[in-house]
């Protein structure tokens, strides 16, 4: 299938202090959720450099209601967006410019090095065969805190709505202290991002780790969670293992069937799966009765329309 890619502007995004916010919202103080949530996925990663601030802008002037990305924290303890817990091999380069070898695919990682270090690698002008349609540029992985600055003023500045964020906390229960934090830190450190830049109530965090999930809900229980799915255990096995209930159930595609999003929306449960590449799946999917799609192609949305 062809993808055409809608121009998007591209000029620079200018920075602002985030507002600080210590009142706590209440679950009746959040915006819902939209109707049909549809996600760009790391912002727009069929079409731009991945989990990229032009990834996020690109998604957004593209429609979408909510911008995915992927998080990690870095050795001072900054919160970033990237989805890898290394510098990927197969699209980064190393800040003199060079391709990294394929043996060296855990050489960097994002938990052992201070975001000055982080910052350096070229994430944006390595050739990525798996997305031919991205666009190359140059492109460094983000503070989320700038991610989120970036996109506020661009919303603003262009009279834009306010879109969500689904923000996901890359950990696993073997990596605890080697290539990331501690669940608690994790989301912690996160929060702490969200709340400082007063966008916790148009915020989901998403994760396929539940113990991060359990934090927020136990310490955070105003902002909202995704529990995403892998595995082919069933519903009430995932929402056991979590122990509580999500806002959103958010499996791979092929995952769904209508009995699942039956159960889902009988505990008023979204369903809301990832990654949806082709229209017709997306057809499909919606038709069936999911609450949004998750796609790499965001321009995909706007085909719904016609």
Excluded at 14 to 38: H, N, V, W, Y
Excluded at 102 to 123: E, L, P, S, T, W
Aim: net charge negative; proline share 7%.
């Amino acid at each position: 299938m062809i993808r055409k890619i809608v121009p998007v502007a591209l000029a620079a995004v200018m920075f602002m202090a985030g507002c600080k916010s210590t009142e706590t919202i209440s679950q009746q103080q959040r915006p819902d959720l939209p109707a049909f949530d549809t996600e760009g996925h790391r912002g727009a990663r069929g079409l731009m450099p991945e989990n990229t601030i032009l990834a996020m802008i690109t998604a957004i002037n593209l429609g979408v209601t909510t911008i995915e990305m992927d998080t990690h924290v870095t050795k001072d303890g900054k919160v970033v967006v990237t989805h890898d817990p290394h510098i990927n091999p197969l699209y980064a380069r190393t800040p003199d410019g060079q391709d990294i070898p394929k043996k060296d695919g855990k050489k960097y990682a994002i938990y052992q090095m201070n975001y000055d270090q982080v910052r350096q690698f070229d994430m944006g002008t390595r050739y990525y065969d798996k997305y031919p349609e991205q666009r190359k540029m140059e492109a460094h992985i983000p503070l989320l805190a700038d991610l989120i600055d970036s996109v506020q003023t661009y919303l603003k500045a262009n009279n834009l709505p306010q879109v969500f964020y689904n923000i996901e906390t890359k950990s696993v229960a073997d990596g605890d202290n080697t290539i990331h934090p501690e669940p608690a830190e994790f989301t912690i450190k996160l929060v702490e991002v969200l709340e400082a830049k007063g966008i916790a109530q148009w915020t989901i965090v998403q994760s396929f780790d539940p113990r991060t999930l359990q934090v927020l809900h136990q310490k955070y229980p105003h902002i909202r969670a995704s529990l995403l799915v892998s595995n082919k255990d069933s519903f009430e096995q995932n929402l056991e293992r979590l122990g509580f209930t999500p806002d959103v159930y958010s499996p791979s595609y092929k995952l769904v069937t209508p009995e699942l999003i039956a159960k889902a929306h009988a505990k008023n449960i979204k369903v809301i799966p990832w990654t949806v590449n082709e229209l017709e799946d997306i057809v499909r999917l919606r038709a069936m009765g999911v609450d949004g799609i998750i796609s790499d192609y965001p321009n995909l949305f706007k085909e719904l329309q016609n």
